[in-house]
């Protein structure tokens, strides 16, 4: 069978029914979140005058910024009481997260089970939407992405856990990595892999987090 085990985003139970969006951006100090934060439905966060914060919805693909007032999550996107909220469509592929989440313990030879041929590329579990992906990987590691159809276009990355947000997220496009538009990728963390193609329209730089996710079940 094959040497990789596929994987992306829920890969433990206790997150299959848990975030519907990431904190992309927060100003001031609103109480109970933070930069790089989950959060999930029902979640009441009250921001100051003063405050703002952009919500980065996984499914629903809204990109909210919030000014003020008080926000309750929802599963596609936030009830705003006394604040001002803009929100803007962005590339994210959150179904087809969910459904390789789904199929996350299988082997990679399932993953490819669609390749008609060994020259083939495999068949992307996903898309990402800009061309550095933001990695998490609890506890760090050394991270390998390489193109699935030409050898030896390979970057290999040692990701410390001094260098991550919240010790698990770490923003390629922080460290000067980009990837090739319109190409499909294969991740590799240890015994894990993740299958993605990168949107022929993607841009360089830091693009919306909702849209680049790449997310590793922690070792041990």
Not at 186 to 206: L, P, S, T, W, Y
Request: glycine fraction near 12%; charge should be neutral.
């Amino acid at each position: 069978m094959g040497a990789f085990t596929a994987l992306f985003l829920t890969v433990q139970p206790a997150w299959a029914d848990a975030p519907v969006a990431v904190v992309e951006d927060v100003s001031g100090k609103p109480a109970g979140v933070e930069f790089m934060d989950y959060v999930e439905p029902g979640k009441v966060i009250k921001l100051a005058a003063g405050d703002s914060i952009v919500l980065g919805y996984l499914k629903s693909c809204w990109r909210e910024s919030i000014r003020g007032g008080t926000v309750t999550v929802g599963t596609e996107q936030s009830d705003v009481q006394g604040g001002a909220v803009d929100r803007t469509k962005v590339g994210c592929d959150g179904g087809k997260m969910e459904l390789a989440a789904a199929q996350s313990k299988q082997s990679a030879a399932m993953v490819f089970r669609k390749a008609p041929g060994p020259n083939t590329p495999p068949k992307p579990q996903f898309k990402i939407y800009g061309r550095s992906p933001v990695v998490e990987l609890k506890g760090g590691g050394t991270l390998v992405i390489e193109r699935a159809d030409v050898a030896g276009d390979r970057m290999e990355l040692v990701l410390a856990p001094a260098q991550a947000v919240h010790g698990a997220f770490y923003d390629l496009a922080k460290l000067n990595k980009s990837l090739k538009p319109g190409v499909v990728y294969r991740a590799k963390v240890g015994d894990q892999q993740i299958v993605f193609e990168v949107d022929a329209a993607a841009k360089e730089g830091a693009e919306p987090v909702a849209g680049r996710l790449l997310r590793f079940q922690p070792a041990g």
